[in-house]
């Protein structure tokens, strides 16, 4: 018998229950994700996962399970980029759901802004 433990080596995917699933897309295509499946899910619901560039972790936007509530959830997903006040300028140009302004509290902390999708969940982006 073999001591060696097999653990998980990444992050596959993150589940977000969202209701309106077209709604969900045109969200995150604005924050540049791209449609990597979309595939029927058994009673007329769809699977689908979004990802962003070469990175292999994927947001699933998920129908809820029967009767689960949908929307103003904290995700938990922390979203990275390189210029945040032009990502914050731009999203908020195209009608994106973020905080007025972005949050500088000082090192180590980094800069940062909240932002929601078109049922409320919540996501951060930090730079």
Known sequence: MSTTKTRPNKIATVIVPTANQDAAVEFYAKLGFQTRVD????????WIELGLG??????AIAPP???????????GISLQT?????LHGQLKA??????????RMGDPVPPMFWLRDPE???LMVVQ
Do not use: K, L, Y
């Open 39 to 46: 595939v029927p899910f058994g009673n007329g619901m769809r």
């Open 54 to 59: 070469e990175e292999s972790t994927t947001i």
């Open 65 to 75: 399970p029967d009767g689960a509530p949908v929307g103003n959830r904290e995700t």
């Open 82 to 86: 390189d210029d945040i006040d032009a």
């Open 94 to 103: 195209d009608g994106v759901d973020v905080d007025e302004q972005v949050s």
């Open 120 to 122: 409320g969940n919540v």
